[in-house]
């Protein structure tokens, strides 16, 4: 009786149809321990970002970009040698040696080479965040449909607040116990059960969808190792969607650079500013928690992709205008936490159901090298478009006016995506009765 209750409150939250239980609950605990192993080291990287000081955060931006320019090739060349679950488990478990490096060198290094090892780490992390949540997606878009997308990633995307929130909370508490070192070890270990999930998810996806098209999911994706580059380009839909990517990137940028900077200004010791930031990420999650679990489906269910998709830049519209009319630190905060809820409950989920209608090779190269290369260089953008109007004396206010005509352009491209999906699944559904 109570695994029957407990799977009709689960049917009240989400709309789940029959077969799709197994290949969710998977989906929900890889997401889970990826949020949570990433949301452990975020905090730990904004401490040593900022202990490395904010006017350097620039350099730690472009750093960050070349780092990724290096890092796509390769990953492209593992998608066209290995099959997914292989090039996944492999690619994670790089990153899993990284950490065990970076555990030594915290722990031996002299304060003065701590700065240099926290700015390392800050582009690491910064790599790692994007490069295995992509990867997360690529591989959940080739497991579910668009139709599926719609009712299933905001449950999804739960499991990531949750994540996020268990990270921060114990990032939160244990920090100034167990020092950031130990906690370098928790993420390793979540790491790794990312990995079994992901296993044991490749199997199931055999039975739970046909492959499409032709494709096996179980042989390598195959083509170029510059393919991710190339169809972006060579795509008005790639591109535009690269594009709403870079938008979004310029502008959380900005926003990013006056948190720190509150942050040096009001926390003198390294561990309350660790425990600031694992503070906000942990309210920002618990509010992003409450739409996805109850509104996210629904709302895309009731809108649409392409309006759900217009959310989030009128959000930062609004916000913008706000911080232009009132650049108080209580309306920055607000607006900060309203797109980053708007993104996480709502965009995101949203923007992941854009790719399950390209190609599977696309949904690996092209989507890693957008969701990789192009949202750091938006950060780059970013980064020294916001260093360059403080040196010709612009303020927070002319700043904040400044993004107002970018979030409409994002607004319009925004809606233009959403159609575009829209129309691609509904040529779909007309032409699968005939296969």
Known sequence: MRSDGAAALIRRVIDIRPGEGRALAWSWLYVFALF???????????????????????????????????????????????????????????????????????????????????????????????????????????????????????????????????????????????????????????????????????????????????????????????????????????????????????????????QAQIAEANFADRAARTAFFADIDFWVNVFTLAIQLFLTGRVMGWLGVALTLCILPLVSIAGFAALASMPTVAVFVAVQVGRRVSNFALARPTREVLFTSVPREDRYKAKNFIDTVVYRGGDQVGSWAYAGLLAVGLTLTGIAWIAVPVSALWLGLSYWLGRRQEQAERREAVASPAE
Request: without cysteine.
């Open 36 to 258: 949570l192993a990433y949301y452990v080291l975020r905090p730990i990287r904004d401490e040593l970002g900022v202990a490395g000081g904010v006017r350097n955060l620039p350099w730690l931006f472009t750093g960050t970009l070349v780092a990724m320019l290096a890092v796509n090739p390769l990953f492209a060349a593992a998608v066209r040698r290995w099959p997914r679950e292989q090039f996944i488990a492999v690619s994670y478990r790089f990153f899993m040696v990284n950490l065990l490096v970076f555990m030594g060198l915290l722990a031996l290094a002299t304060p003065e080479q701590h700065v240099w090892i926290g700015r390392a780490f800050f582009i690491w992390v910064s790599v790692f965040n994007l490069f295995v949540v992509s990867v997360f997606w690529s591989f959940i878009v080739d497991v579910f449909d668009g139709g599926q997308g719609k009712r299933l990633f905001g449950f999804l995307a739960a499991g990531a607040t949750l994540g996020g929130l268990a990270g921060s909370a114990l990032t939160s508490g244990f920090v100034e116990h167990v020092g950031q070192t130990w906690l370098l070890l928790a993420s390793i270990l979540l790491l790794e059960v990312a990995v079994f999930a992901t296993r044991r998810l490749s199997r199931l996806s055999d039975a739970f969808r046909q492959p499409v098209q032709g494709d096996d999911p179980h042989r390598a994706v195959g083509g170029g190792i510059f393919a991710g580059l190339t169809h972006t380009f060579r795509s008005p839909y790639l591109f535009g969607i690269a594009v709403f990517i870079l938008l979004y990137s310029i502008t959380s940028t900005v926003l990013y650079f006056q």
